[in-house]
């Protein structure tokens, strides 16, 4: 779909297009289902052009697997951002497939909340205290309130911070840090896998809300 051009077709007696322009329309009457739509021109698949992407790096990739790690982390976090970008309380809150309880600002709560249970696992003492509550509360407190939308970005900006601190006193990948005996390159690891299933949801969560696709 180089050069601007429109792929059709049809599902649930609804024309589906895929355009590349800043506002999605309705494409039906008898649906509440957003036209999809994509900033970029380049490759329309893509969240947007290379230029305008604060996640393309242009020179080489980084030396050494802490440094790749850390680099693949950064993205996936700066992704989840992007796929809240642009949207108000009302929408980020959005449970947009039904019947989960999952919604934009749901996943930055979460996150926030699994970057502390992270740090608890190598932090010496007595663990933090759930952010948000027990259980699914990280998903079922995300509100349509513009105060609770500041709180989780804010929460989630520092735990991020108070995580990463945690873990610059392990530079060696091998080390074993929590009482059941995890590595370093694990906790990585699985922060990485964490953010990068996260983002896919959020990728069919913000199609579902205003239509923008990308990767």
């Given at each position: 779909?180089?050069?601007?051009?429109?792929s059709?077709?049809?599902?649930?007696?609804?024309?589906?297009?895929?355009?590349?322009?800043?506002?999605?329309t309705?494409?039906?009457?008898?649906?509440?289902?957003?036209?999809?739509?994509?900033?970029?021109?380049?490759?329309?698949?893509?969240?947007?052009?290379p230029?305008?992407?604060?996640?393309?790096?242009?020179?080489?990739?980084?030396?050494?697997?802490?440094?790749?790690?850390?680099?693949?982390?950064?993205?996936?976090?700066?992704?989840?951002?992007?796929?809240?970008?642009?949207?108000?309380?009302?929408?980020?809150?959005?449970?947009?497939?039904?019947?989960?309880?999952?919604?934009?600002?749901?996943?930055?709560?979460?996150?926030?909340?699994?970057e502390?249970?992270?740090?608890?696992?190598?932090?010496?003492?007595?663990?933090?205290?759930?952010?948000?509550?027990?259980?699914?509360?990280?998903?079922?407190?995300?509100?349509?309130?513009?105060?609770?939308?500041?709180?989780?970005?804010?929460d989630?900006?520092?735990?991020?911070?108070?995580?990463?601190?945690?873990?610059?006193?392990?530079?060696?990948?091998?080390?074993?840090?929590?009482?059941?005996?995890?590595?370093?390159?694990?906790?990585?690891?699985?922060?990485?896998?964490?953010?990068?299933?996260?983002?896919?949801?959020?990728?069919?969560?913000?199609?579902?809300?205003?239509?923008?696709?990308?990767?």
């Amino acid at each position: 779909m180089a050069g601007g051009q429109t792929s059709r077709g049809r599902r649930e007696g609804c024309d589906i297009r895929l355009r590349r322009g800043p506002r999605p329309t309705i494409v039906s009457g008898m649906s509440d289902e957003p036209e999809r739509w994509s900033k970029a021109a380049v490759h329309p698949d893509m969240w947007a052009d290379p230029d305008e992407d604060p996640r393309n790096n242009d020179g080489a990739s980084p030396d050494g697997e802490l440094a790749t790690l850390r680099d693949y982390l950064d993205n996936y976090r700066l992704t989840l951002r992007l796929k809240c970008e642009g949207l108000g309380p009302e929408q980020l809150a959005r449970r947009s497939v039904r019947p989960s309880t999952m919604s934009l600002l749901g996943l930055v709560r979460h996150l926030a909340e699994v970057e502390r249970d992270w740090r608890n696992w190598i932090s010496p003492g007595d663990p933090a205290p759930k952010l948000y509550g027990a259980r699914d509360a990280d998903f079922e407190g995300a509100a349509a309130e513009q105060a609770l939308v500041d709180g989780a970005f804010a929460d989630l900006a520092r735990e991020q911070a108070a995580t990463d601190a945690a873990l610059e006193g392990h530079p060696d990948l091998g080390a074993r840090v929590s009482q059941d005996g995890t590595s370093v390159r694990e906790l990585w690891v699985h922060r990485i896998e964490e953010y990068a299933r996260h983002c896919g949801h959020a990728d069919l969560l913000r199609e579902r809300i205003d239509g923008r696709v990308g990767q």
